[in-house]
């Protein structure tokens, strides 16, 4: 690492494998709107909250796994030490056999694509909350709310309108008022204030065995099963963590495998020839870009800011 200016460092990454940037980041970013992610001048670019502080990061994709990154703000050196888990470099294809032609081929296409560790908690629970039990379109407009009002410009030369997300403290500030014009439900209010009141605790799930995190997650009122596999994705970095309770990803998962629509049981059942890994084959088949027929008309969402 090299320490560039006050508040800024730089580091070029060599992984020693293909890397693929966008690919491995891509379930981080909420929507094509979101203000803590964006892909410009060639770079990708994250605003975070880290426990040193606020930082952005720039990375750029370089020849033969080799990535550089920059980052700016008071969180630049955790941020710059984080770039090797964020791109996956926990992340084990050891005894992986994707053992289906299909699967082997998207495999085969995407071998820089790893599971991201970002080492933060609560920046994955609190979209992952956003997003229950409501359209993708919802979830995002409200993660765009909270950032822009609630949120602190990102540091350094970002692209325009990028912002750090809230700390727990802020979020427990947020009034009901100000939830309801994001159009977030009282049970998802109810979980945001539940998860943000033991922030410190659930931090302490990235020194945690994959199982006990989980299971930490799992305690907080208004964190279920899909939920804690969300963020253990992201924060966490857990490749066998798959999204229980999804509206989409049995059906994609099972029409993909076997040619016909599964609920989630019959989803773990095919993910269970792969042990270890069953969210990377998710992972997989949604870079597959293979989606799955439509039964019925789409899900008609609940404007909760006209209650």
Sequence with gaps: MTAVGVGTASTVWRAGRPVDIRGTLWPLVRGRS??????????????????????????????GGE????????????????????????????????????????????????????GLVLDSVIPAIFEQKVTGKQAHEAWRFVLQRYGTPAPGPAPAGMRVPPPAARLLDVPTWDWH????????????????????????????????????????????????????????????????????????????????????DGMLELLAEWPGHRHRVVRLIELSGVGKPRYGPRFAPIDYRSF
């Design 67 to 118: 990535v550089h990154a920059t980052a700016w703000g008071p969180g630049a050196e955790w941020t710059i030490a984080s770039v090797p888990d964020l791109l996956g470099a926990r992340d084990s294809v050891d005894g992986f056999v994707p053992r289906h032609q299909r699967l082997a081929d998207v495999h085969r296409l995407h071998p820089g694509v790893r599971i991201p560790r970002t």
């Design 34 to 63: 979101d203000r803590a992610h964006r892909i410009a001048g060639g770079m990708f670019w994250r605003a975070a909250l880290t426990p040193a502080g606020p930082a952005t990061v720039a990375l750029r994709q370089a020849g």
């Design 181 to 264: 014009r994001a159009g977030v439900g009282i049970d998802r209010q109810r979980a945001i204030r539940a998860a943000a009141t033991v922030a410190d605790r659930l931090e302490e799930c990235v020194d945690l065995a994959p199982a006990a995190a989980l299971a930490r997650l799992r305690t907080v009122p208004g964190i279920g099963v899909w939920t804690a596999a969300e963020t253990a994705q992201r924060a966490l970095g857990d490749a066998d963590a798959p999204s229980v309770g999804d509206f989409h990803i049995p059906g994609l998962v099972g029409h993909f495998l076997v040619g016909r629509r599964v609920d989630d």
